[in-house]
Nanobody, 124 residues
């Protein structure tokens, strides 16, 4: 059974930092991609960042470039999202998702498996 479990969300002030974790199990990490997505109340889900296990390539949404960093620890089957210089507009539920059949992409509909989400709230 494929499982993705996010953790690390919380309440932080503007300018603060959080590190989200996505622990994955139930599939082989030979050729997969993990994406981070977020959804704020009343807004559509948007891609935040993604990473490919095969070559370590990454991608970021323009809104988080220079502030967020995605990384992976394949030995632990865990992907991290380090979020620095947080802004109130980063407030959302953050989800990680796995694409076990294709490359890293910011297109959410290509991801097969999703975690339950973790709330990030940035106060002004």
């Amino acid at each position: 059974e494929v499982q993705l479990v996010e953790s690390g969300g919380g309440l932080v002030q503007t300018g603060g930092s959080l590190r989200l974790s996505c622990a994955a199990s139930g599939f082989t990490f030979d050729d997969y991609a993990i994406g981070w997505f977020r959804q704020a109340p009343g807004k559509e889900r948007e891609g935040v960042s993604c990473i490919s296990s095969s070559d370590g390539s990454t991608d970021y949404a323009d809104s988080v470039k220079g502030r967020f960093t995605i990384s992976s620890d394949n030995a632990k089957n865990t992907v991290y999202l380090q979020m620095n210089s947080l802004k109130p507009e980063d407030t959302a539920v953050y989800y990680c998702a796995a694409n076990t059949r294709g490359p890293a992409t910011m297109l959410g509909y290509l991801y097969e498996y999703w975690g339950q989400g973790t709330q990030v709230t940035v106060s002004s």
